[in-house]
C-alpha cells in the first residue's frame, strides 16, 4: 500500500452496504479525504490533517450511520498510534456504542488494554502483536499497519531493536516525516542505552536530515 493508504483491517468494510459502480459521491469523496488525512497525519501536516477528517465526516455523516463515523476517528488513532502518540482514542469513545465489535477490539487494542478474548477479531499481525510477538510488524506488507503493530509493542516495552528498525525504514520509505522522527528518537535511544555512541550519532545525523536542520 502507498502512503496515502490507511490500514488494511481499519479501511475494510468501511463503505460495507454503500458499495456501487461506480460508488456513490460521498462514498469516494470520504475515502479521498480519508486517506488524503492520514498521509497528512504521518507526514505532520496538521491543518491539513484536520480539513481533510473533518471533510471525510461531513461526507460520512450524510448517510446517518454512526459506525462510520466511529471508523473515521478509529483512522485518526490509528495514524497517531503509527506516530507514537499513543493513549485514549477520544474521537471514537464517544461513538463506542454504535461501533463494530472489531472496532471496538481495534481501539482497545491501540489503547493497551485489550482483553484476551477479542484478540480473534484483530488481523493475524496486530493478534501477535498485543500477544508480544516482536515478528509482527514483518508479517504484513501494509506500512501503517506494520507501525501500529510495533507502536503496540513498543507501548508494552516488547519492542526489540529488529522491531524500532522496521517501523524507521517503514516510515522511511512512504516518505512520512512525522511518524520517521518519532522512531529515529527511539531507535537513538535505544543505541544510546546500548553504549553505542557511534550508531546513536548516525541516527541523530538522520534525525536531523528529517528534521531539516541540516
Not at 476517528?73 to 463506542?96: I, N, Q, S, Y
Not at 478474548?117 to 502483536?129: F, V, W
Not at 519492542?159 to 531507535?187: F, I, N, Y
Amino acid at each position: 500500500m502507498t502512503g496515502r493508504a490507511v490500514s488494511a483491517f481499519v479501511m475494510a468494510a468501511a463503505l460495507a452496504g454503500c458499495a456501487g459502480t461506480p460508488p456513490p459521491d460521498w462514498a469516494a469523496d470520504a475515502k479521498g479525504a480519508l486517506d488524503r488525512a492520514v498521509a497528512a497525519a504521518l507526514e505532520g501536516h496538521a491543518r491539513v490533517e484536520a480539513v481533510e477528517f473533518e471533510r471525510a465526516r461531513t461526507q460520512i455523516a450524510r448517510t446517518g450511520r454512526p459506525e462510520l463515523l466511529a471508523r473515521v476517528e478509529l483512522m485518526r488513532c490509528a495514524a497517531h498510534a503509527a506516530r507514537l502518540d499513543l493513549g485514549v482514542c477520544t474521537g471514537f469513545e464517544a461513538l463506542r456504542a454504535d461501533a463494530t465489535a472489531a472496532d471496538r477490539a481495534y481501539a482497545d487494542y491501540l489503547a493497551g488494554r485489550l482483553e484476551r478474548a477479542d484478540a480473534a477479531r484483530l488481523p493475524e499481525h496486530h493478534r501477535r502483536a498485543a500477544a508480544g510477538d516482536a515478528k509482527a510488524p514483518a508479517a504484513t506488507d501494509d506500512p501503517l499497519g506494520r507501525l501500529v503493530a510495533a507502536a503496540v509493542l513498543l507501548q508494552s516495552g516488547r519492542a526489540t531493536p529488529e522491531v524500532v528498525a522496521q517501523a524507521v525504514d517503514a516510515a522511511s520509505a512512504q516518505g512520512w516525516r512525522r511518524a520517521l522522527l518519532a522512531w529515529l528518537h527511539v531507535q537513538r535511544r535505544q543505541a544510546e542505552r546500548a553504549g553505542d555512541a557511534a550508531e546513536a550519532a548516525r541516527i541523530q545525523r538522520r534525525i536531523d536530515v528529517a528534521g531539516g536542520t541540516r
